[in-house]
């Protein structure tokens, strides 16, 4: 059974930076990808950045040179370095895992599509000016 486990979320000010984790077990597919979404509150669920079982990542505009996604294999771990962080960063961040999809096409299909994917509870992420 795929479980997803997101940490690591907080509070912090406008600049600041917080790293966000997820703890993935239960899978053995040779081709997936993992990725962050968010959603604040009024707003549709929103692609972050994603890795695929290739190393390939792909990120949203709004996050590229500030955000950087990886993943360690051998803990199983999923990671979210967030610096510079903005007040519109504040959301719930959600950990997924795709099946068979590369990073781009997870954001993608994910976001429209979210019952084709496994997810975690989400952790809050709060940016004050």
């Known amino acids: 059974q795929v479980q997803l486990v997101e940490s690591g979320g907080g509070s912090v000010q406008a600049g600041g930076s917080l790293r966000l984790s997820c703890a993935a077990s239960?899978?053995?597919?040779?081709?997936?990808?993992l990725a962050w979404f968010r959603q604040s509150p009024g707003k549709e669920r929103e692609g972050v950045a994603a890795?695929?079982?290739?190393?390939?990542?792909s990120y949203a505009d709004s996050v590229k040179g500030r955000f950087t996604i990886s993943q360690d294999n051998a803990k199983n771990s999923l990671y979210l370095q967030m610096n510079s962080l903005k007040p519109e960063d504040t959301a719930m961040y959600y950990c997924?895992?795709?099946?068979?999809?590369?990073?781009?096409?997870?954001?993608?299909?994910?976001?429209?599509?979210?019952?084709?994917?496994?997810w975690g509870q989400g952790t809050q992420v709060t940016v004050s000016s």
């Open positions: 997924a895992l795709g099946i068979s999809m590369t990073a781009s096409q997870a954001l993608l299909v994910l976001r429209s599509n979210p019952g084709f994917g496994y």
């Open positions: 239960g899978y053995t597919y040779g081709s997936y990808s």
């Open positions: 890795i695929d079982s290739d190393g390939r990542t």
